[in-house]
């Protein structure tokens, strides 16, 4: 598949061509392992937790910082990637536009502290996390969506060598 990730960085020092190649490493892992067989494009915002903690106020009325944000366009299901998705590939890209994903470094790094484990794997498991929204999981219950999404973020952090 050739995935277009555009990783945006809201402020120059929080990215670099590490960071950028991680993200896209876990974003196209996940989608290999749910299953994804068209091209998609997903845009990525790398801010810190003030600029988290705006978007999150503006669009959620939520006034305060949080790890991440998923922003998906459609309403799939979750762990059935649809078979047909011609009529929602966008004409001019060629590709499915999965959705927006926003993710605070700062947040990140601090919460990698509190779990003691790396940074790295924090980010990576943030961005797994998102694109799994995305795909329509989600963990509102603490039933069985949460448990099939923790066993999928475990199963795809695996795979790129971030397990705990």
């Known amino acids: 598949m050739s995935h277009q990730i555009n990783i945006r960085y809201e402020k120059a020092s929080l990215g670099n061509a590490v960071l950028s190649r991680r993200l896209r490493r876990a974003i196209n892992t996940a989608l290999n392992e749910e299953k994804v067989h068209v091209d998609c494009e997903i845009n990525?915002?790398?801010t810190d937790d003030?600029?988290?903690?705006q978007i999150n106020r503006e669009l959620?009325?939520?006034d305060q910082p949080t790890d991440v944000l998923s922003f998906p366009m459609f309403n799939l299901e979750a762990g059935k990637f649809p078979e047909d998705v011609s009529e929602l590939i966008d004409p001019e890209t060629g590709k499915l536009p999965l959705g927006d994903m926003v993710i605070s470094i700062e947040r990140a790094k601090a919460q990698a502290k509190e779990y003691a484990h790396s940074v790295r794997r924090e980010i990576g498991y943030l961005t797994v996390h998102s694109i799994l929204h995305l795909l329509g999981y989600d963990h509102l219950d603490e039933g069985e969506q949460k448990r099939a999404m923790r066993t999928r973020e475990e199963k795809i952090l695996s795979e790129i060598e971030l397990t705990r």
């Open 50 to 53: 003030e600029g988290i903690r």
């Open 44 to 46: 990525v915002l790398v």
């Open 60 to 62: 959620r009325k939520l």
